[in-house]
């Protein structure tokens, strides 16, 4: 069974940064695209930032291109997202999830497991 665990979320004021983790147990990442959403109280899950099975392709929701990389680790089953001059409006529950093969790379229904989320909280 895959299980994916996020962390590095919390408080943060707008400007700062944090850098999440999701780490993979069960199977390797090696041969999965991986990808980040983010979920905001009332609204639906949105696509965030999502890698390609070799790291070497990255692509992202406008609304955070230019402030967060997404980038993964194969040797220690680990996907990253670091955020960089965060808003209020980054607010949300970040989950990571790992993709299926052939399906959207932005979309929910692209991605088969799921983490349990990390709150991050960015105060104005």
């Known amino acids: 069974q895959v299980q994916l665990v996020e962390s590095g979320g919390g408080l943060v004021q707008a400007g700062g940064s944090l850098r999440l983790s999701c780490v993979v147990s069960?199977?390797?990442?090696?041969?999965?695209?991986m990808g980040w959403f983010r979920q905001a109280p009332g609204k639906e899950r949105e696509f965030v930032a999502t890698v390609s099975w070799s790291g070497g392709s990255t692509y992202y929701a406008d609304s955070v291109k230019g402030r967060f990389t997404i980038s993964r680790d194969k040797a220690k089953n680990t996907v990253y997202l670091q955020m960089n001059s965060l808003k209020p409006e980054d607010t949300a529950v970040y989950y990571c999830?790992?993709?299926?093969?052939?399906?959207?790379?932005?979309?929910?229904?692209?991605?088969?497991?799921w983490g349990q989320g990390t709150q991050v909280t960015v105060s104005s």
């Open positions: 069960g199977r390797t990442l090696s041969y999965y695209k």
């Open positions: 999830a790992r993709g299926r093969s052939g399906y959207s790379s932005t979309s929910y229904a692209g991605y088969d497991y």
